[in-house]
């Protein structure tokens, strides 16, 4: 079997969820149906809502399923900045470096289309946000529509100060989102007290179904729907509402959150031992329980990990691919590595699944797909022709 | 793995040939297309997806490997600075010169590979004494030893073409069908893969810039205009846009591109027959002609066939190693000199040279320069004749 060490990709589904998944897969009835089939789904799909919001302390008309994080994080950023924006002007939007494509695209889109000024807060090196410059931003403008950004991110793990932000815009009126994404059920997210307007999170990272998501979003908070229709989900989110996969991500939302910190600190330190001169790239204590990212000094994250897969090993670069072609990690580059640096990144995540025997068994084939690597070099660059 | 059938076939060959194979498909742009249009099969999104389906199918890991710098670097770049020198290059060539079989390669053994396989059409044979030699595919039509000819001993030796014995192209797209590979019947690619609307010249102009230069006749004498002379190719006819015709009444034909004056020279068809051509950067596929004792000296004219385009038909010829001229550009280094046994039509400098005894490719030069078959004494002698 291989070993599968890339759980924030995507993680294997919880069987309970499976199973509440295809059970419910049964249920006649559109829940806006009013017969009593309808009226059932409908019962089954607010369960399945009300253990959403168990899991993320908000209350269940707070809850906008969606198709998935990406979703909801153009329905968050997109709905709210028009929201903001309807009978005043207020098209500034603070937005970190390094964040995930969802929000880079989505706030590009809106400066490309609808006139938004971006102002990029930069990263330290630890891939935390700015808090000076953040302040700054808040404090020098008057027409900004949101703050978002990743509550940790997903390449290198770090986690941001969600809170001391959303209280610093707060005192300014401006509303902030956070995607949760990858933050979801690894660190404790209690809406109601956060201070935020919106949250994206998405089922299939916690072992739900692929293909279901939810925005998060506070009474106080409005946004322009991206999906008119039949006027579902708070008129937020029109289109017949997937019961099945509710259920399902219900199912997930409730089940205990499993210990990975162990799991991932023995990545951390067998990575450490088996090549010294890796490092380990995120915040060393703000982390995510299930990252661990490092950089490889000489070699292609790209081979290393090919070498890693055809040694029966799963793990991911962490960067964003375009048509499969590999980028340097535009997170590594915002928290100050060189091109070549950011070039031999290697993300490795723990999830549900993970045993200590896959890490050991991770860490038994590194030091020889280090080492080719190593070989292999830069090859494919500009640089170091050999021909 | 480009996303067409051939690659795909070649893949399915090698692994059930008992190779361990992993499919490889080449971005070669940071930027591609979404979906294929016109002629072109490869590079974009849709042709990566094709190839991953077919690598699917066969049963294999598929990579993306990003080799776009150095495709920009060795190829484009390249062919915009032969265009921009007049010259008329190959890019498909230089692929497989630069990348496929250097780069790729490199990579590939590296990583711990032992061989690059291709879709290649064309031979390698293993002679007695264990040397590769490059030949001629089994379906001369397809044949594509020529853009091949750049390959080096220690390339060949590292190259499988497991579609070189296949009778016909019929016969590759029917074995894709029996494999139930989807691109099957996908149109052969004929254009070049960085140019996405095959408009050369206006994908030159916007590179190299156009401005309006002279198009002169032999003697000299201004007959027209032209909007950049990257444009022309030695041997074209078609868009001279000369308002009057030639006294004699025939067709006019480029017969020389001046970069550095901008200017095109035209003349009648005979003036393009060439007498002999030579190169200065020139390369052996396996053991060199007296080594395989076509030749007691390299130096000593042999006799083969020489082949000037992907799809031309290979001329006798006798070729041998000479030195070039002492015009302050080349101070007579060693050259690759080739005299064809009846003229050529249409060589322009940068096009590539191949070099066959019977169906091994010998070996390939880059064109420096030509003799006019007409006017050998208005150009050049090469020393040491």
């Known amino acids: 079997m291989p070993v599968y060490l890339d759980h924030a990709a995507t993680t294997p589904m919880l069987p309970e969820a499976i199973d509440a998944y295809t059970a419910a897969l049964g249920i006649v009835g559109n829940p806006s149906s009013i017969h009593s089939q309808g009226q059932n789904a409908k019962r089954v799909l607010e369960e399945a809502r009300e253990r959403v919001a168990a899991s993320l302390g908000c209350d269940p008309i707070e809850i906008v399923f969606t198709s998935g994080g990406t979703e909801s994080v153009n329905l968050a950023i997109k709905g709210m900045y028009w929201s903001r924006n309807d009978g005043v002007a207020r098209p500034r939007i603070l937005v970190p470096r390094g964040e995930h494509h969802a929000t880079i695209d989505a706030v590009e889109w809106l400066e490309h289309y609808e006139g938004a000024?971006?102002?990029?807060?930069?990263?330290?090196?630890?891939?935390?946000?700015?808090?000076?410059?953040?302040?700054?931003?808040?404090?020098?403008?008057?027409?900004?529509?949101?703050v978002t950004l990743l509550w940790a991110n997903n390449e290198v793990g770090t986690i941001q100060p969600v809170s001391e932000i959303a209280a610093l815009a707060a005192a300014h009126g401006v509303p902030v989102h956070a995607d949760a994404v990858s933050a979801y059920r690894h660190l404790p997210i209690d809406f109601a007290s956060s201070g935020l307007a919106a949250v994206s999170i998405s089922a299939h990272k916690i072992g739900g179904p692929l293909g279901i998501g939810a925005l998060v979003l506070s009474r106080a908070a409005s946004v322009v729907p991206l999906i008119h229709g039949g006027g579902q989900q708070r008129d937020v989110r029109s289109g017949t509402q997937d019961a099945p996969a509710a259920i399902a991500f219900g199912v997930a939302a409730r089940h205990p959150a499993p210990a990975l910190a162990a799991l991932r600190d023995r990545?951390?330190?067998?990575?450490?031992?088996?090549?010294?001169?890796?490092?380990?790239r995120g915040d060393p204590h703000e982390r995510l329980d299930n990252n661990a990212h490092f950089t490889f000094p000489g070699c292609e994250g790209d081979s290393l990990l090919f070498l890693l897969d055809a040694a029966g090993v799963s793990v991911s670069?962490?960067?964003?691919?375009?048509?499969?072609?590999?980028?340097?990690?535009?997170?590594?580059?915002?928290?100050?590595?060189?091109?070549?640096?950011?070039?031999?990144?290697?993300?490795?995540?723990?999830?549900?699944?993970?045993?200590?025997?896959?890490?050991?068994?991770?860490?038994?084939?590194?030091?020889?797909?280090?080492?080719?690597?190593s070989r292999a070099g830069f090859s494919d660059r500009a640089v170091g022709i050999r021909a | 793995m480009s996303g067409g059938v051939d690659s795909a076939v070649a893949a399915a060959r090698a692994v059930e040939a008992g190779h361990e194979v992993v499919g490889v498909h080449l971005a070669l742009s940071r930027m591609p297309g979404t979906l294929r249009t016109g002629s072109r099969g490869c590079c974009t999104v849709e042709d990566s997806m094709d190839a991953q389906r077919a690598a699917n199918i066969i049963g294999i890991p598929y990579y993306v490997w990003d080799f776009s710098e150095r495709f920009k670097l060795d190829v484009v770049d390249d062919f915009i600075a032969e265009y921009s020198a007049g010259r008329t290059p190959n890019p498909c060539m230089r692929c497989n010169e630069r990348i496929k079989f250097a780069a790729l390669l490199e990579k590939a053994l590296d990583l711990g590979f032992d061989a690059v396989a291709t879709g290649h059409y064309a031979t390698v044979l293993t002679d007695e004494h264990g040397n590769k030699e490059l030949h001629r595919a089994a379906a001369w039509a397809k044949d594509q030893s020529y853009v091949?000819?750049?390959?080096?001993?220690?390339?060949?030796?590292h190259s499988m073409f497991p579609l070189g014995a296949t009778p016909s192209k019929a016969e590759v797209r029917a074995e894709a069908a029996e494999r139930g590979f989807s691109v099957a019947n996908k149109p052969d690619s004929h254009d070049i893969c960085f140019i996405p609307d095959g408009d050369t010249r206006g994908w030159l102009a916007e590179r190299v810039g156009a401005e309006t230069g002279d198009i002169l006749d032999r003697s000299g004498t201004v007959i027209g205009s032209h909007e950049g002379a990257h444009a022309f190719t030695v041997g074209?006819?078609?868009?001279?846009?000369?308002?009057?015709?030639?006294?004699?009444?025939?067709?006019?034909?480029?017969?020389?591109?001046?970069?550095?004056?901008?200017?095109?020279?035209?003349?009648?068809?005979?003036?393009?027959?060439?007498?002999?051509?030579?190169?200065?950067?020139?390369?052996?596929?396996?053991?060199?002609?007296?080594?395989?004792?076509?030749?007691?000296?390299?130096?000593?004219?042999?006799?083969?066939?020489?082949?000037?385009?992907?799809?031309?038909?290979?001329?006798?010829a006798r070729a041998r190693i000479g030195s070039s001229p002492n015009d302050g550009v080349r101070r007579g280094a060693p050259e690759l000199v080739i005299v064809p046994n009846e003229p050529l039509n249409g060589v322009s400098p940068g096009q590539t040279a191949v070099l066959y005894a019977g169906t091994r490719v010998l070996g390939q030069c880059t064109i420096d320069r030509t003799v006019s078959a007409l006017q050998p004494q208005s150009l050049p002698e090469p020393a040491g004749v």
């Open chain 1, 117 to 146: 000024i971006l102002e990029w807060i930069p990263l330290d090196a630890r891939g935390r946000v700015s808090i000076p410059a953040l302040t700054e931003a808040l404090s020098s403008f008057d027409d900004i529509s949101l």
């Open chain 1, 267 to 280: 990545v951390i330190a067998g990575v450490r031992s088996a090549v010294p001169s890796a490092v380990l």
């Open chain 1, 317 to 373: 670069t962490g960067s964003a691919c375009q048509a499969g072609i590999p980028e340097s990690s535009h997170v590594l580059l915002a928290m100050g590595l060189s091109d070549a640096e950011a070039r031999g990144a290697l993300r490795i995540t723990v999830g549900h699944t993970t045993t200590e025997a896959d890490v050991d068994a991770f860490v038994a084939a590194l030091p020889a797909a280090f080492a080719r690597a």
């Open chain 2, 148 to 157: 091949l000819g750049v390959l080096t001993t220690e390339q060949l030796a």
């Open chain 2, 236 to 316: 074209q006819r078609k868009g001279l846009s000369i308002g009057f015709p030639a006294d004699d009444g025939k067709p006019r034909f480029v017969l020389e591109v001046q970069p550095k004056t901008n200017t095109v020279v035209v003349g009648p068809k005979e003036a393009l027959d060439i007498a002999e051509i030579a190169g200065g950067t020139f390369s052996w596929a396996g053991l060199d002609p007296a080594a395989s004792g076509i030749t007691p000296d390299l130096a000593l004219p042999f006799d083969c066939s020489v082949q000037i385009r992907a799809h031309s038909d290979p001329v006798p």
